[in-house]
Each structure stands twice: as structure tokens, then as C-alpha cells.
């Protein structure tokens, strides 16, 4: 399987604070994206980077992509209230995403 | 900002029933999928359609599910009989371009099944 795991399963921060979580996959990609889930709503796109990238930034967020360790990362930098959500990674090959299990972050006033 | 919409947003049935599952893709998007979650576990492929054809679909995807686009909006998703494992959020993607560009995502349907 190519899915993607994120780690950690749950991160709980102070408002302010960066939040950092990884995903390591098995198999070959053409890209990998990250999606932020609020409970029990859709699925909101962030980012994606391609498999010739090393790094992305929009906004607070930078994701980093290392194809020989099969692994990417995301930054949430200076973390507001509103940023609680489960966040995904998933990746793409053979026209289909794969996702992880995801990591929970909570956000603390 | 275009975004994919999906109806309705709860439905609820009978084990045995059929439900579709309706949702209009972005316009100028030519891939279609829908995904599948159940609660507190991971989101699922289920398939991807484009140019009226699928174009892959998983395991879980059997005789019981399929897909259509009826006219030049619509995407949906048929099960013919449902049971009570199909309980779970159903999305519809969308994508302009097949596997190589970001899948925008509908808010999903919860279907219930009793």
C-alpha cells in the first residue's frame, strides 16, 4: 500500500505555537497533498507538492517532501484557535489519493 | 470560488434500500472520484470517473456500487442495496486534471443505514 501515516496520532499546542506533524508513505508518488479535516465536515485542500519539490509555503503553512526517505512534513507556524482540526496527508499515484489515519491538533487559547 | 457541492447532506435508509448520492463537480473540472470514511477511520478510494468511463476502482467498490454522470453537472453515486457496513461520509472529489493536481473535495453526504 501506498499510504500515507502521519505522526503524531494527536498534538495539543498553546495559541501561538508551531505545530509540526510528518507522514511517511511506501511507495513511489506523483505528488503528495495535505487536507485539513474540522469534525465531521469535508475535507479542505492545503497544499500540494510534487514529487520534484523539496518545499512549499502558502501562508502559515510549509510542507516539506523527502523522496528518498518517503517522508514529508507540515508546519503550522504562530497556531491560532482555529487551526484545530485533524490534518491529512495523502498521496497520489495511479489516479487515487491515499490517506492517512491523520494527526489530531488542538489548539489552545 | 468554485466549489463541489454535494446532496443531500444526511440521508438516511433501510439496509437493502438503494440510495444515490448526488454532487455537482467544479465546472471546468474533468475528473471525478468519490472517496468514503468511516467513522473514526480513514478516508477510503472508492472510484474515479472521467470522460464517462471509470477509470479505477477499489476493492471496495463491488457490483453494488456505481457511477454516473447523468447530464453535464451531475456526478452520482448509486448503491443498489445498501448495508449497514455502507453506513459512513461519502465525498465527492474533483480534480482538472487526472492524478496530478490538487482533488477539491465536497462537503460529503453521512449516509445512514438501519
Known amino acids: 500500500s501506498q499510504q500515507g501515516e502521519e505522526d503524531p496520532q494527536a498534538l495539543s499546542i498553546q495559541e501561538g505555537e508551531n505545530a509540526t506533524m510528518n507522514c511517511s508513505y511506501k511507495?513511489?508518488?506523483?505528488?503528495l497533498q495535505w487536507y485539513r479535516q474540522n469534525s465531521g465536515r469535508g475535507l479542505v485542500h492545503l497544499i500540494l507538492?510534487?514529487?520534484?519539490?523539496r518545499e512549499k509555503h502558502s501562508g502559515r503553512l510549509r510542507v516539506t517532501l523527502d523522496t528518498s526517505k518517503k517522508s514529508s512534513s507540515l508546519l503550522i507556524t504562530a497556531s491560532r484557535a482555529a487551526d484545530t482540526a485533524s490534518y491529512f496527508c495523502?498521496?497520489?499515484?495511479?489516479?487515487?489519493?491515499?490517506f492517512g489515519a491523520g494527526t489530531t491538533v488542538t489548539v489552545r487559547a | 470560488e468554485p466549489e463541489v457541492t454535494q446532496t443531500p447532506s444526511h440521508q438516511v435508509t433501510q439496509m437493502g434500500q438503494e440510495v444515490i448520492l448526488r454532487c455537482v463537480p467544479i465546472?471546468?473540472?474533468?475528473?471525478f472520484y468519490w472517496y468514503r470514511q468511516i467513522l473514526g477511520q480513514k478516508v477510503e478510494f472508492l472510484v474515479s470517473?472521467?470522460?464517462?468511463?471509470?477509470?479505477?476502482k477499489s476493492e471496495i467498490f463491488d457490483d453494488q456500487f456505481s457511477v454516473e454522470r447523468p447530464d453535464g453537472s451531475n456526478f452520482t453515486l448509486k448503491i443498489r442495496s445498501t448495508k449497514l457496513e455502507d453506513s459512513a461520509m461519502y465525498f465527492c472529489?474533483?480534480?482538472?486534471?487526472?492524478?496530478?493536481?490538487?482533488?477539491?473535495f465536497g462537503p460529503g453526504t453521512r449516509l445512514t443505514v438501519l
Open positions: 472529489a474533483s480534480s482538472e486534471v487526472l492524478g496530478r493536481n490538487e482533488q477539491f
Open positions: 511507495t513511489s508518488i506523483n505528488n
Open positions: 507538492i510534487r514529487s520534484n519539490e
Open positions: 495523502a498521496t497520489d499515484r495511479d489516479y487515487k489519493l491515499s
Open positions: 465546472s471546468n473540472h474533468l475528473y
Open positions: 470517473f472521467y470522460n464517462n468511463e471509470i477509470s479505477e
